[in-house]
């Protein structure tokens, strides 16, 4: 069964410096990871996905993400962390099984300090 | 391009009555769509999907049920509300051929009283 984990409830990080959101999964097969972004009181927002290709995939807002698919992860990151990127985060993977199911991690909190 | 409408954007209702949500996309067709539930600001409970007109997938059945009576059209009922009904509900779409990222609705805040 294809699954998502995001091991850290919530990350805090100072204004300026660097960071890291993890996330490991399981799937049977290639793996088409996302990574999605949600403020308080809105809907999720997509910020970057992996199909195939480069392992470092570019997304919205400056953040990246890295495909390591000997660690089975996709860690989302930025060079330098801003106060307003502070919100919820999601890691998903898509099903596998021939559903169209989209499988979620359980979220990460990012707060960044001033 | 395309956007995604959900209403209303919060609802207040006694346990025991009706619901009603809907959700519409615009600029697309055949779309893939998706309802969930976020409890308490954290993790997304996929409750239906659809890839089709009249094709519903039920993920979480309990006293809920979806209906896609037009293509780019999406609707979340209930007969009776359950207390623990309560909840952030997302509507989101996908497009139906190949792999895509998914786009959320503004969601509904639905509490039951």
């Known amino acids: 069964a294809q699954s998502v984990a995001q091991p850290e409830d919530q990350v805090n990080v100072a204004e300026g410096n660097p960071l890291t959101v993890k996330c490991t999964y399981s799937?049977?097969?290639?793996?088409?990871l996302f990574w999605y972004v949600q403020y308080p009181n809105r809907g999720l927002q997509f910020l970057l996905k992996?199909?195939?290709?480069?392992?470092l995939v570019k997304g919205s807002y400056g953040f990246e993400a890295e495909f390591n698919k000997s660690q089975t992860s996709f860690h989302l990151k930025k060079p330098s962390a801003l106060v307003s990127d502070s919100a919820l985060y999601f890691c998903a993977v898509r099903d596998h099984s021939g559903t169209y199911k989209y499988i979620f991690g359980t979220g990460t909190r990012l707060k960044v300090l001033a | 391009s395309q956007t995604i409408h959900q209403w209303p954007a919060t609802l207040v209702q006694p346990v025991g009555s009706p619901l009603s949500l809907e959700c519409t996309v615009e600029g697309t067709s055949n779309p893939n769509l998706y309802w969930y539930r976020q409890a308490a600001g954290r993790g997304l409970q996929l409750l239906f999907y659809s890839v089709g007109i009249g094709q519903i997938s039920s993920e979480v059945p309990q006293n809920l049920s979806a209906s896609r009576p037009q293509d780019r059209q999406f609707i979340l009922s209930s007969k009776k509300l359950l207390l623990s009904d309560s909840g952030f509900y997302l509507c989101a779409w996908t497009r139906g051929q190949g792999v895509s990222e998914q786009y959320f609705g503004p969601g509904t805040r639905l509490t039951v009283t």
């Open positions: 799937v049977s097969g290639n793996p088409y």
């Open positions: 992996y199909i195939t290709g480069d392992n």
